[in-house]
T-cell receptor, first 112, second 114 residues
Framework: DAGITQSPRHKVTETGTPVTLRCHQTENHRYMYWYRQDPGHGLRLIHYSYGVKDTDKGEVSDGYSVSRSKTEDFLLTLESATSSQTSVYFC???????????FGSGTRLTVV | AQSVTQPDIHITVSEGASLELRCNYSYGATPYLFWYVQSPGQGLQLLLKYFSGDTLVQGIKGFEAEFKRSQSSFNLRKPSVHWSDAAEYFCAVGGDEGAQKLVFGQGTRLTINP
């Protein structure tokens, strides 16, 4: 009954390669978000979207880009992966004010 | 900009004991406040939320939280913890403007002793 899925769940990639993480939601939610989770930092916002083709930067957006061509899909791209981007990435969606986020299960990315 | 502080990185309590996890926030307007729980290897699950009205809110799994505007706090409580409550807990703050971005605290890891 997952309303939001992330793929892949795990990925190991080499420094300098591009990587794309996918988030897919079936809730028809307007807002979508990408966070990264690192020990001692909690979750930090990378990028977010407030509609199809409408995206904006979060607090840790350097080295990342996003695209949203359909309501249900929100892609996160690491343009040239670095070891500092080794992290767990979470996607979330929100239907409207006050609803609380729905989170995906996360993607564990290791850059070697 | 809003911010959230969870002063306790790690808390250990005995099964059956009461629990209080602290959360302090900074926000210029009336905040939307949330508590999430994350089990190992899992995503975050919403425990409860506060927007307005009664300052004591009830959530799932027997948790409650109290909003205290004068102290800028939103502490999470449970009268008697169970071993299954062992997890990481995140407090978050947001508002009703724009894209509803949430800012999360650093998290508190809860360990339960048998």
């Amino acid at each position: 009954d997952a309303g939001i899925t992330q793929s892949p769940r795990h990925k190991v990639t080499e420094t300098g390669t591009p990587v794309t993480l996918r988030c897919h939601q079936t809730e028809n939610h307007r807002y979508m978000y990408w966070y990264r989770q690192d020990p001692g930092h909690g979750l930090r916002l990378i990028h977010y979207s407030y509609g199809v083709k409408d995206t904006d930067k979060g607090e840790v957006s350097d080295g990342y880009s996003v695209s949203r061509s359909k309501t249900e899909d929100f892609l996160l791209t690491l343009e040239s992966a670095t070891s500092s981007q080794t992290s767990v990435y979470f996607c979330a969606s929100l239907g409207g004010v006050g609803g609380g986020y729905t989170f995906g299960s996360g993607t564990r990315l290791t850059v070697v | 900009a809003q911010s959230v502080t969870q002063p306790d990185i790690h808390i250990t309590v005995s099964e059956g004991a009461s629990l209080e996890l602290r959360c302090n926030y900074s926000y210029g307007a009336t905040p939307y406040l949330f508590w999430y729980v994350q089990s190992p290897g899992q995503g975050l699950q919403l425990l409860l939320k506060y927007f307005s009205g009664d300052t004591l809110v009830q959530g799932i799994k027997g948790f409650e939280a109290e909003f205290k505007r004068s102290q800028s706090s939103f502490n999470l409580r449970k009268p008697s913890v169970h071993w299954s409550d062992a997890a990481e807990y995140f407090c978050a703050v947001g508002g009703d403007e724009g894209a509803q971005k949430l800012v999360f605290g650093q998290g508190t890891r809860l360990t339960i002793n048998p």
